[in-house]
């Protein structure tokens, strides 16, 4: 068959997207293991989701368990390109990101999915002033985390004297407040630490307790909203740049409060499927603070905040607007404690 000139320009237009399209392949480090619900059911689905979005133009290589790196370096590999994206938990960094640690303060959020997109909305007014490095891209948190112990732990009192290993900077800092001793150590070793005594609590999602095998060592649970850890999905400003117009929008998509809360959604699912099991094991032992037992543990925080807006005053900003800012943005969603 013959195709005149203006019949194989025609056949060339058409084929001219799918042949010449820009073709890129993104490198995402994180440091947890690809099957556990972090990964599994947040980052993951995230990925193949733009990938799907792109029409394939975009790849994206994941590589998980800090296998470029480790966790704490997670936000200089994105701004030095080690890898062109990077799950980063900012709370590994003290005193780093001081504006961003407000949501580490206990006791203010009760619903992560709806908690993502809220703290992604109210910390996308500041990230220029912490994150100004990197492209910010999404954050999303655990569900609110516990206080799993070796013996009952019902007050802030009860904390004194203790060995703790606290989530994150924020937590050390209230571990301490109330007379107990921070121990810090990475979540792959809590189980160690625990079993050996160097620790007598811990402070971890739900699902932590099975991901990292701790139902025979901390058998008693705190059951109220405690903390959360929030985690951020920052680029390489340079590999975002280096991108098509096409593939920037796919991206830009993808870098949303409502993606926030999406990829929140699978961990708190999966969280809150960890506590009905241990709920259900009748070797665990649950307990519910009274109202009275809440209002102690919400004042006993007052002096981390008070230590947040002091950090954050003392770094040039308007700490109490910043505050009034979080907490106009977790009612609006309904989810403030």
Known sequence: MKLTSLGLAAAMAAIAPAAFAQEVTLRLSHWVPATIAPAA???????????????????????????????????????????????????????????????????????????????????????????????????????????????????????????????????ARFVSQLGGAPVQVPAPEVREAISRGTADAVTFPWGAMYDFNLTNETDHHLDMPFYLSMQVMVLNPDSYAGLSDENKAVLDEHCSPEWSA????????????????????????????????????????QGVLDAWKEEVADRGHDADAIYDSYIEHLERYGIRY
């Open 262 to 301: 999406e990829i929140a959604k699978g961990w708190a699912e999966d969280d809150m499927s960890a506590r009905e099991r241990l709920m259900e094991d009748d070797s665990q032992t649950f307990y519910q603070p009274t109202e009275e037992e809440v209002a102690l543990w919400q004042d006993s925080a």
């Open 41 to 171: 059911a947040g980052i993951e689905p995230w990925a193949r989701s733009v990938e799907e979005a792109s029409d394939g133009r975009i790849e994206i290589q994941i590589f998980p368990a800090q296998q470029i790196g480790a966790a704490p370096d997670h936000y200089d590999m994105a701004r030095d390109g080690i890898a062109d994206i990077t799950w980063v938990n900012p709370g590994y960094t003290a005193g780093r990101f001081p504006i961003f640690s407000l949501v580490e303060v206990p006791f203010h959020v009760t619903d992560s999915v709806q908690g993502a997109k809220a703290i992604h909305e109210w910390y996308a007014q500041y990230v220029e002033d912490e994150m100004s490095e990197v492209k910010f891209c999404v954050m999303h948190p655990h569900a609110p985390g516990a206080l799993h112990s070796k013996e009952p732990m019902r007050v802030p009192s009860d904390i004194e004297g203790k060995n703790i290993r606290p989530a994150h900077a924020t937590m």
